[in-house]
């Protein structure tokens, strides 16, 4: 009996969202089509290709890839070389009696430290999802704000950006340690996380791909309605995606890395890098754990490298403008 | 009344002579008008001008100073720093010639293969553009790999490029590849090469994925026939920039060549052979200590590196235009 006697209003709002829902699940069916359409044409509709000349290209990138890769496999395989192996001579491209000793040292010395190793791995991701969420986030609202709004003081801000990239150096960090010194940040998180969200490289990399997208596209979002907050993202982003991914790997792989050494002292705060740094300078012969640290702290990089690249869908560039 | 008000406001930035009343009350409006976007760029500029713009503002006036950092407040000592580094330190003198040499063998090398690597990654197949933009990359993914080449290039027949050599009867004798003072810089080139595909060629591969690939449809119905006229009709002035984005990165990491040299050639280096501006910087400020010396110059170099941003970005400008 109460479910018939619904206000108006209340079914006004249900209708509505079912129609949502709808209007969502035809969205993405579209979305799909879409994909598998252009899926099926296949790269190959520019001029002049040939397959002769793809497998040319190829040849000529698997010789310089292999260059490319070589310190990186001859780090892989010195990690999996048992104390012996290491000091044979000639040294050898290949481990003959491959052990995981390397990799099982290495946690047992990090879990010999003061604190729990779990601790600084959840000090990595939480360092590292953070900054990166929050620069990515900050750092797109304010290229697409300087790519394409006209505003007193806009042009100033660009040059200011530009001529920051060129200013990196030592001197600055010096003085960026006062600064945050000054704050009280020092050992705390905010000393790891804050600096990384200010990178203008990222900024920079937005703004001059969000300055392709035409402004007549811009123009006609206005027209509809749409604030500035909408059209950034949900026109302006989905229509710069390959940058969009690009900054998220720079920042994803600048705050795994970054060695807050100097910035934090409490054990509790420090992050992989920094413990894995102090193990390797603990002395004896820890080539091997040196090498499988390395090998340990590229995987995440790698696997946000390998998301975010196959999330970048080629056709999304600019479709649907034509002026 | 209100009409002509209305006209005076649609008139007012088009009037070439306004009262600096006027102008600010101009300025005023617009910069209401627009609150939502300085409500947009705030979150990102107050970490900006916090960790970025003030620090560097610091750094500038210590570069006239004599600061150790112990000592407060600097002692001001106008241009004496900028006169010590060019009439009487040999070793800064030597430095930009290294320098010179770093920028000259890897920025324009390192430019043009990152884009034609790009360009020849762009061709194939889409699952080997990732595997092959994953491989060109890694290097720079790879963080504090330098250990490698340590191995690699080792001056005892320990050293893989000794052992390879050695065996194939083209030496007898281990090369001392890093200390010796012919074949450093190479070394350190090839390394700074091995790395160099970071920033800009990802820039660049992101750059070829927006191109509107409608564009290409066009420019085979006006008559490109082949890939060469492709890229340089289409391909590269659609790619503008993200070329400056590169070159801008190329710029920095070319002039800054630092940590390399250090890890690979050891510090100081034979016969500062591999010593660079940077690490020149690097020694007196943070071994020695001589913050307002360090400063000033971290400060020369700037200056060059935006002499010659300066300079590529109007060749650049022109060409796109």
């Known amino acids: 009996m109460a479910k018939k006697e619904m206000k108006p209003s209340q079914i006004k709002a249900q209708m509505e969202a079912e129609n949502a829902a709808a209007l969502e699940a035809l969205r993405k069916r579209r979305e799909k089509e879409h994909r598998k359409m252009e899926r099926s044409k296949g790269s190959n509709k520019q001029v002049g290709k040939s397959w002769k000349d793809d497998i040319g290209i190829f040849i000529v990138l698997t010789l310089l890839g292999s260059f490319m890769l070589l310190p990186i496999y001859i780090a892989i395989v010195t990690s999996l070389k048992p104390v012996n192996e290491i000091f044979i001579m000639p040294p050898r491209l290949y481990a003959m009696d491959p052990t995981t000793d390397n990799f099982k040292d290495l946690f047992i010395v990090a879990n010999n430290s003061w604190v729990p190793f779990s601790r600084n791995v959840f000090n990595s991701i939480f360092v590292t999802v953070v900054a990166t969420v929050l620069h990515v986030v900050f750092a797109c609202m304010a290229a697409f704000i300087l790519a394409k709004c006209r505003f007193p003081g806009a042009k100033f801000i660009n040059k200011v950006v530009v001529v920051s990239l060129l200013f990196t150096s030592q001197v600055t960090y010096i003085m960026q340690y006062m600064v945050m010194a000054k704050l009280g940040m020092i050992n705390t998180y905010s000393a790891l996380i804050l600096p990384l969200i200010a990178s203008s490289m990222g900024l920079y990399l937005m703004i001059q791909s969000i300055g392709q997208i035409p402004d007549a596209m811009i123009e006609a979002a206005k027209v509809d309605g749409a604030g500035l907050m909408r059209i950034c993202w949900g026109i302006v982003m989905p229509n ?39 193990i390797a300078a603990a002395g004896i012969a820890r080539q091997g754990a040196i090498a499988a640290s390395a090998v340990v702290l590229m995987i995440p990089p790698l696997a946000i490298f390998i998301a975010a690249q196959s999330n970048v869908m080629e056709t999304m560039a600019h479709a649907g403008m034509k002026d | 009344m209100a009409a002509e008000t209305q006209k005076k406001e649609i008139l007012l930035p088009n009037e070439r002579k306004m009262s600096f009343k006027e102008r600010w009350h101009y300025t005023w409006h617009e910069m209401k008008r627009n609150k939502v976007c300085y409500a947009m760029l705030f979150p990102f500029m107050i970490f900006f001008i916090v960790f970025t713009v003030i620090p560097v503002c610091m750094s500038l006036p210590i570069g006239f100073t004599d600061f150790d950092m112990a000592h407060f407040p600097p002692k001001f000592v106008g241009f004496q720093n900028f006169y010590t580094m060019f009439l009487e330190d040999d070793v800064f003198i030597g430095s930009i010639r290294t320098t010179l040499i770093f920028a000259i063998f890897t920025g324009p090398l390192s430019y043009a293969m990152s884009f034609m690597l790009a360009w020849l990654i762009n061709e194939l197949h889409p699952v080997l553009k990732t595997i092959f933009t994953l491989i060109f990359y890694a290097p720079s993914m790879a963080g504090n790999i330098y250990f490698v080449w340590q191995l690699i290039f080792s001056g005892d027949s320990y050293g893989y490029l000794n052992a390879l050599l050695n065996e194939l009867g083209i030496t007898t004798a281990a090369i001392q590849w890093l200390t010796d003072a012919n074949y450093v810089l190479i070394c350190v080139i090839i390394v700074q090469l091995w790395v160099s595909m970071g920033a800009g060629f990802l820039a660049m591969r992101a750059g070829f994925q927006g191109i509107d690939k409608s564009m290409y449809e066009a420019g085979a119905i006006e008559g490109i026939s082949n890939r060469w ?62 913050m307002g010396y360090s400063s000033a110059i971290c400060f020369v170099l700037f200056l060059a590196m935006l002499v010659c941003n300066n300079i590529i970005s109007k060749i650049l400008g022109k060409y796109m235009n």
């Open chain 1, 240 to 278: 710069s995606k390959p940058a969009l991914m690009t900054i998220i790997i720079f920042q994803f792989q600048a705050a795994w890395n970054s060695n807050g050494g100097s910035l934090v002292y409490d054990e509790a705060l420090k992050t992989i890098p920094t413990v894995v740094q102090q």
């Open chain 2, 229 to 290: 006229q492709e890229l340089i009709y289409i391909t590269i002035p659609s790619m503008g920039p993200q070329l400056m984005f590169a070159a801008v990165m190329q710029i920095v990491s070319s002039f800054t060549v630092d940590m390399v040299g250090r890890s690979l050639a050891g510090f100081p280096s034979t016969d500062y052979k591999a010593h660079t501006i940077m690490t020149h910087a690097f020694d007196y400020g943070w071994i020695r200590y001589e």
